[in-house]
């Protein structure tokens, strides 16, 4: 049963810019806000949005990538522009009921992720 799903994934070049998606099974979060957020890799943290629309990014994708909400759906998305071949992994989505935060043990669910490879 598949909770989370992450889309937008791909193959570009230096500089360039993406789209990721992420869609929450309202089935299994009917009406409850969310913290959200995206990973990398082994599980490295790249952004979040908590319950109340605050977001947290990591250092390395300040001022590059952008995460934001669909109204107060289960859906997010992760803006990526100006993207460096170090950007290259697989990106996962992930939520929780409560805080999430800056660690992947701060969130319960997880999607099977999305490749985006960064061609220098």
């Known amino acids: 049963h598949v909770q989370l799903k992450e889309s937008g994934g791909g193959l570009v070049q230096a500089g360039d810019s993406l789209r990721l998606s992420c869609v929450g099974s309202e089935l299994t979060f009917p009406n409850r806000p969310l913290s959200m957020g995206w990973f990398r890799r082994d599980r490295q943290f790249v952004a979040a949005i908590d319950r109340t629309?605050?977001?947290l990014y990591a250092d390395s994708v300040k001022g590059r990538f952008t995460i934001w909400k669909y109204n107060d759906t289960h859906t997010i998305y992760l803006e990526m522009h100006s993207l460096k071949p170090e950007d290259t992994g697989i990106y996962y989505c992930?939520?929780?009921?409560?805080?999430?935060?800056?660690?992947?043990?701060?969130?319960?669910?997880w999607g099977q992720g999305t490749r985006v490879t960064v061609s220098s």
């Open positions: 992930a939520a929780d009921l409560f805080d999430g935060g800056t660690s992947s043990v701060d969130y319960h669910y």
């Open positions: 629309g605050e977001t």
